[in-house]
């Protein structure tokens, strides 16, 4: 069996509401291989947001087990949890959050400047990845002289610019028109096989999903493929 990237297990995550809790995901588990590329969907509300913030370690479960590349993430302390996300993950949000001060190039180059890559051979990756998701004209642009769809394809790029094992994306063409999305989609994809990257993917367009190969609902708090 080919290790999983990314496993979720017995996972469960509760909200305080007034005086009770409001359980949002009662048990979820799941495994996802290098280079697979697997759909989130269910209803607004249902927690893919929650999900992809545990399995993102940016949010804590209740319970539960969260393994990136093998790594035990519930047992890291502060500074090794933002190793494996630095070194092991990436995220595309469905606004993009780019630094608005900062060039096309600049945002693709800083996490690898984080990473403790050299200036310019961050800058020269950077401009690579951006030339292969067709904005090799676009580099030197700021995040507010680009379309939604650019700046969505530089998200791309600065969230696989470190290599990382594991892609979260959180409705990531959301904001765009249906052939944008396209777009951008067909780009991700591109980056995701080439990759390996293991990608989970939430999204509400049905066609998309449809794309990739598997889709696990949330439903009542658990995962369930269709
Ligand atoms: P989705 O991304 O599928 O729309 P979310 O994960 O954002 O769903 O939210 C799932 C449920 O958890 C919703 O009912 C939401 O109101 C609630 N929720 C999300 N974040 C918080 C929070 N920080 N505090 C309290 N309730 C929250
Ligand atoms: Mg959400």
């Given at each position: 069996m080919s290790e999983a990237a990314l496993v979720l297990s017995g996972v469960r995550k509760s909200y305080r509401e007034g005086r009770g809790r409001l359980p949002v995901l009662t048990g979820v588990d799941c495994r996802v291989a290098p280079g697979e590329m697997v759909a989130l969907v269910g209803p607004s509300g249902s927690g893919k947001t929650t999900l992809l913030q545990i399995a993102g370690l940016l949010d804590?479960?209740?319970?539960g087990e969260v393994r990136i590349e093998g790594i035990d993430c519930a047992a890291l302390?502060?500074?090794a949890r933002t190793r494996v996300r630095r070194d092991r993950l990436g995220f595309v949000y469905?606004?993009?959050h780019l630094l608005a001060e900062f060039t096309a190039v600049e945002n693709v180059a800083l996490p690898q400047r984080i990473a403790g890559r050299g200036k310019a051979e961050a800058r020269a990756h950077a401009?690579?990845?951006?030339?292969r998701l067709g904005l090799k004209e676009r580099?030197?642009?700021r995040p507010g002289e680009l379309s939604g769809g650019e700046r969505q394809r530089v998200a791309i790029a600065r969230a696989?610019?470190?290599g990382p094992a594991v892609l979260l994306a959180d409705e990531p063409t959301g904001n765009l028109?249906?052939?944008?999305?396209?777009h951008v989609f067909g780009a991700?994809?591109?980056l995701v096989r080439d990759g390996r990257v293991a990608s989970l993917i939430a999204t509400h367009n049905t066609g998309l999903a449809a794309r990739m190969d598997r889709r696990l609902s949330l439903q009542d708090g658990v995962l369930v493929e269709e």
């Open positions: 804590q479960a209740d319970e302390g502060d500074a469905q606004f993009h401009a690579a990845l951006l030339d580099l030197r642009h696989v610019a470190n028109d249906h052939r944008t999305a396209d991700l994809v591109d």
